[in-house]
C-alpha cells in the first residue's frame, strides 16, 4: 500500500523556493537599526532614521551628481607600474590586481564630464574601497589631467575625496603628486575657473594637506571624518585629551577649516547654485 509505507527514501527539493535574505539588510552603525538595502539606496545612501551618511562609491557619487546618471569618463586607463616594487604583508602588485578585479577600476579615481543641472562639468570622484582611496602616481595623474582639462575647456571642476591620503606602497611619488596637484590647481586658479571640493568620508591624510582643501568652496558631508593624522597620533604629541567630534566635519566647519557642511539630498542643488553664482554669464569665475 504506497500510503502506508513510504516509497522513496529521497525528499523531492527541487520545488522548493530559496528566499534570499543576505545582503537585502544593512544595520546602521549609528542608529543601529536594521535598515531595507533598497530604503537605503532610495535615500541616496543616508540613514532615513539617524541621517547617516554612509560611504557610496564613485560611479554611485558621479550618477547622483550629474544629470540624467550620464556622464563620460576618461583618464581610465592610467595604471600603476609598482615603482618601488613594494612589499608589505602582502606585494604592492597583487594588491592593485586584487583591488582592480574587485572594482573594475584601473585606480582610485574615476574623470568625468557631464552635466550638472544643465551646466557642463568635469568631476573627480575618488574611490575609497581601492586601497583605502589613496593617491599614489596614477591619482595624481588623473587628478591632474581632470584639472588641465578643466583649465583648457574653461568648465568648472568638481572633485569629490574619499581618501586615507597618500599611497604609502609608492612612497616619495606618492608624497610628489600633492605637489603636482596642487600647481595645476594654481593655473586653473589664474584661469578664472572655479574648483569645488567636495570632503566626504573620509578625507585625510596627503589629500587633505593637499587639493582637498583648495577648492574656492571646500564644502563637505555631514559626519564626514577629516584630518591630517590621526586623531592618536594628535593626543601623543601634544599630549592633551582631544576634544568631542574633533576631525568631524561640523567641528571643522565651526573652526573656519570649511564653508559649509552640505547634506547628501541637497548637495547637487548646492553645488549648482554656487557655480551659477561663481561664473557668470561670460564664462569666468568672478574675483
Ligand atoms: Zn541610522
Known amino acids: 500500500m504506497a500510503w502506508f509505507k513510504r516509497q522513496s527514501g529521497e525528499l523531492d527539493t527541487s ?40 560611504r557610496i562609491d564613485a560611479r554611485t557619487r558621479l550618477r547622483q551628481l550629474l544629470d540624467g546618471d550620464r556622464y563620460q ?31 573594475g577600476l584601473k585606480d582610485a579615481v574615476i574623470n568625468a564630464e557631464g552635466k550638472l543641472n544643465d551646466r557642463s562639468v568635469i568631476v573627480s570622484a575618488m574611490e575609497y574601497s581601492f586601497i583605502g582611496g589613496s593617491m599614489g602616481a596614477v591619482v595624481g595623474e588623473a587628478i591632474t589631467r581632470a584639472i588641465e582639462r578643466a583649465t583648457d575647456r574653461r568648465l568648472p571642476i568638481i572633485i569629490v575625496s574619499a581618501s586615507g591620503g597618500a599611497r604609502m606602497m609608492e612612497g616619495v611619488i606618492s608624497l610628489m603628486q600633492l605637489a603636482k596637484i596642487s600647481a595645476s590647481l594654481a593655473r586653473l586658479d589664474d584661469a578664472k575657473v572655479p574648483y569645488i571640493s567636495v570632503l566626504t568620508d573620509p578625507t585625510t591624510g596627503g589629500v587633505t594637506a593637499s587639493f582637498a582643501m583648495l ?6 558631508e555631514p559626519g564626514a571624518l577629516i584630518g591630517f593624522a590621526g586623531p592618536r597620533v594628535i593626543e601623543q604629541t601634544i599630549r592633551q585629551k582631544l576634544p568631542h567630534g574633533f576631525q568631524r566635519a561640523e567641528f571643522l566647519l565651526e573652526h573656519g577649516m570649511l564653508d559649509a557642511v552640505v547634506p547628501r539630498k541637497q548637495l547637487k542643488a548646492y553645488i549648482g547654485r554656487a557655480l551659477d553664482f561663481m561664473v557668470p554669464a561670460n564664462g569666468t569665475k568672478r574675483a
Open 15 to 54: 520545488g522548493e523556493k530559496k528566499v534570499r535574505t543576505e545582503g537585502l539588510w544593512v544595520k546602521c552603525d549609528e542608529c543601529r537599526q536594521i535598515i531595507w538595502k533598497k530604503d537605503l539606496e532610495e535615500n541616496l545612501n543616508v540613514c532615513p532614521k539617524c541621517d547617516r551618511h554612509f
Open 73 to 103: 569618463a576618461f583618464d581610465g586607463n592610467l595604471a600603476s607600474t609598482d615603482p618601488l616594487h613594494f612589499v608589505d604583508l602582502k606585494a604592492y602588485s597583487s594588491r592593485l590586481k586584487q583591488a582592480q578585479h574587485d572594482s
Open 215 to 220: 577648492g574656492d568652496l571646500n564644502i563637505a
